[in-house]
Nanobody, 123 residues
Framework: QVQLVESGGGLVQAGGSLRLSCVAS????????MAWFRQVPGKEREFVAG????????EYLDSVKGRFTISRDNAKNTLYLQMNNLEPEDTAIYYC????????????????WGQGTQVTVSS
């Protein structure tokens, strides 16, 4: 059974940093593209960053470019999101997701999701 478990969220002041982790189990993690999404109540789930299975290509939401870094350690079955210079607008529940095939910005491309971790940035 595929499981994705996020951790690392919390409350931080604007300008601060957090590192999210997503530990995968139940499948060959290194064979799949992965991504981070976020969601604010009442809004659609939003693509934040994606990474191919090898780590050789990444893509970001424009508003997080230069501040967030997605990475993965296939030996540890873990996906990461390093978030620096956080802004109040980054407040959301963050989810990791496994792509069914290639990652993209559309949430329907993903067939497995974690339970989410709350990130709150105070001004």
């Amino acid at each position: 059974q595929v499981q994705l478990v996020e951790s690392g969220g919390g409350l931080v002041q604007a300008g601060g940093s957090l590192r999210l982790s997503c530990v995968a189990s139940g499948h060959t993690f290194g064979s799949y593209d992965m991504a981070w999404f976020r969601q604010v109540p009442g809004k659609e789930r939003e693509f934040v960053a994606g990474i191919v299975w090898s780590g050789g290509r990444v893509e970001y939401l424009d508003s997080v470019k230069g501040r967030f870094t997605i990475s993965r350690d296939n030996a540890k079955n873990t996906l990461y999101l390093q978030m620096n210079n956080l802004e109040p607008e980054d407040t959301a529940i963050y989810y990791c997701a496994r792509a069914e095939h290639n990652f993209g910005r559309d949430w329907s491309l993903y067939n497995y999701w974690g339970q989410g971790t709350q990130v709150t940035v105070s001004s």
